[in-house]
Nanobody, 117 residues
């Protein structure tokens, strides 16, 4: 079955950086065919889009993270990354990885990111 395993979350001070990874396995199609994305959900709030990257490596970002976060993918490693710089307390959330192609739509379990001094 499909598994998306996120890693790299943790506690970081404001202004710091983290790099999240999402490793995919068990997919029916080649990893390179999937659109990948990072979403986040803060306590008491709805899940929101952070960044996406298409199979053709076209990227899209939420306005709140533009210029600070970078999404990338390594199709040889079946992995998508989210480099997060200049982190702010409002970036605190559980970050989820998403994989989608045609009707296939999968989510990871999430990794906690906490930005606090």
């Amino acid at each position: 079955q499909v598994q998306l395993v996120e890693s790299g979350g943790g506690l970081v001070q404001p202004g710091g950086s983290l790099r999240l990874s999402c490793a995919a396995s068990g997919s029916i199609f080649r990893f390179s065919m999937y659109n990948m994305g990072w979403y986040r959900q803060a306590p008491g709030k709805q899940r929101e889009l952070v960044a996406t990257i298409t199979s053709g490596s076209v990227t899209n970002y939420a306005d709140s993270v533009k210029g600070r976060f970078t999404i990338s993918r390594d199709n040889r490693k079946n992995t998508v990354y989210l480099q997060m710089n200049s982190l702010k307390p409002e970036d605190t959330a559980v970050y989820f990885c998403r994989q989608s192609y045609l009707t296939a739509d999968y989510w990871g379990q999430g990794t906690q990111v906490t930005v606090s001094s």
